[in-house]
């Protein structure tokens, strides 16, 4: 079996990127005991099925993606807790930085990104987890957040079909065993108009039903009523792509608490001019990460954000790019 099949197979790695930057760093195996150990030179070498497989920095597979260890790293340099609160992840895609949380005992992660089922199943099931697609942050307003919340924790209620339903007031004879007599009473038999009345109602349901004008209920699953979707965290992080933070940090901080901290990852391709980043989009003139910094400072100064501190991530991004987090707080 191919090597970074195997390891996606086994369980050592949950995608097959993963599993290629674990070979990266390096992993061997053996059918024994004994046996000597062979190196995994490349993701399409084979690995036999029953060996035994031994990882030699198994870093890469403490979370759902890299990007927990960046949060990792960052959440360490800091010295912040988020064990016990509410966090918003930004740009939420597969989960690293949800992972990282959750394993440093967040009580909470709501999500949000623009894309759809790109979080992990192992994620998407966690009772601490809500998922949020297909929002635009940029957008994001403690009212649209609220409302998708509930729709991610709910499902549609469908109408039973009942053809058997009878207007109100039906003929009585109908429920006489079809006896007419003498003494009949018709005063509460159903009247012409109510009868015409009924069947335009069941016509207007069937042809709501065809050009999807039926208002949708909803009702929460089984095991999610009581989850709380307040739209105030104690905690908002993220990793965004293909958008400045100087157009998202606006519309975050109406969802933070008052002294709520906040932990961005800041990526300077995206914070520059296209004239300002290199080929292959890598920002290679280290002079300009100066540029990024005072850019993004400003914008927190703006939005009634105190920066903390500027930091290093302490992983580079997968395409080379050296990024940033920055650390703030709500002011008063």
């Known amino acids: 079996m191919r090597a970074d099949v ?43 099925e029953m060996a035994e497989v031994q990882l030699l920095d198994a870093a890469e597979a403490r979370y759902i993606s890299r990007g927990g260890l960046k949060l990792e790293g960052a959440l360490a340099a800091t010295g912040f807790k988020v064990a016990g609160l509410r966090c918003l992840d930004v740009g939420q895609s597969t989960g690293g930085f949800t992972d990282c949380m959750l394993q440093q005992e967040a009580a909470q992660v709501i999500g949000v ?5 790109q979080l992990h199943e192992k994620l998407r099931s966690d ?3 809500v998922c949020v697609e297909g929002m635009n942050a940029r957008s994001v307003t403690p009212e649209s957040l609220r409302d998708a919340c509930e729709e991610a924790l709910s499902e549609v209620v469908e109408d039973e079909e009942d053809n058997e339903t009878q207007p109100s007031a039906p003929y009585a004879w109908m429920r006489n065993g079809g006896m007419v007599d003498d003494d009949y009473d018709d005063s509460d038999d159903a009247k012409e108009q109510d009868i015409e009345d009924f069947k335009a109602e069941r016509a207007a349901k069937a042809k709501a039903k065809v050009d999807g004008s039926m208002p949708v209920q909803r009702r929460r699953r089984d095991g999610t009523e009581n989850v709380d979707i307040t739209p105030v965290f104690d905690f908002v992080t993220g990793d965004v792509s293909f958008i400045s933070l100087t ?81 703030a707080k709500r002011g008063k």
Not at 26 to 48: S, T
Not at 249 to 273: I, S, T
């Open 6 to 48: 195997y390891l996606v197979e086994k369980g050592h790695a949950t995608t097959r990127s993963q599993a290629q930057r674990l070979i990266g760093a390096g992993v061997q195996w053996r059918l024994a005991p004994g046996l000597p150990w062979q190196k995994v030179a490349k993701n399409g070498d084979d690995i036999p």
């Open 113 to 117: 990104d623009v894309g759809h089922a």
């Open 127 to 129: 009772p601490r987890v």
């Open 247 to 327: 157009l998202i940090l606006p519309a975050l901080v109406p969802l933070m608490k008052a002294d709520a901290r906040l932990l961005m990852l800041v990526k300077p391709q995206f914070e520059l001019q296209p004239g300002q980043v290199g080929k292959g989009g890598i920002v290679r003139d280290k002079a300009l990460y100066a540029e990024v910094e005072q850019r993004i400072r400003e914008c927190c100064q703006s939005v009634g954000l105190v920066v903390e501190q500027w930091l290093d991530s302490p992983i580079d991004g997968g395409d080379g790019n050296h990024e940033f987090f920055v650390f």
